[in-house]
């Protein structure tokens, strides 16, 4: 983290934690999990019922939150992923029991500028981190096999890269776009014993489908996991 990147952009910096707390209202907690109950026990004391704070610290849950700040105090518990960077990005958020309507309206007012928005059960909110907040890799991985296979039939590396990353870009937006489902747009491009039902055929045959279910069960329970630790 470089302080002078931040104060470039005009943004006032600190390293104190309580600083921050007495300076805003509305404050982000963005530390990694094992990192999280040491700040909130540094701040505690200086929360007030005026605070909304906002957690999105991967598996660390409302009730840990709440447990470890003031009674009364509005928390609310986010799981951005890496695409907010480009504000393409896909939040999930939840409120604990003192956060009401105009702090869940706040807050996905803030993040709607990063991409999709969403309030949750705070149950999905460990399901989000093993769909989205790691499927991003899961996609690059993809994006990655797809310019290598054509790479190997002789296409440059760059033009590959380039056509694989807006195939994904195509394939995402028809979906949101039109509201069918990932099924039927396949099929519609699935013509009888044509080159994509070949194609088809090999990804079954190497499990495509379990074995991206399987990463997004395994992800999603090591977040649980991390949250009970």
Known sequence: ?????????????????????????VVFLATKPHVLPGVLNEISAAVSKEHIIISVAAGVK????????????????????????????????????????????????LMSGCGLCEETPESYIDIHTGLSGSGVAYVYMF??????????????????????????LGAAKMILETGEHPAKLRNDVCTPGGTTIYACHELEKGGLRATVMNAVEAATKRAQEMGKS
């Open 1 to 25: 983290f470089r302080f002078d990147q931040q104060t470039g952009c005009g943004c006032r910096v600190t390293h104190s934690n309580m600083t921050v707390v007495e300076d805003c209202k």
């Open 62 to 109: 409302l009730e840990t939150l709440e447990k470890f700040l003031p009674p009364g105090t509005k928390v609310l518990r986010a799981m951005p992923n890496l695409p907010c960077v480009v504000q393409t990005g896909a939040i999930v958020f939840a409120r604990g029991s003192s956060a009401g309507n105009q702090e869940a309206a706040l807050l996905k007012t």
């Open 143 to 168: 994006a990655e096999a797809l310019e290598e296979g054509a790479v190997k039939m002789g296409m440059p590396v760059a033009l590959a890269s380039k056509i694989a990353a807006q195939t994904l």
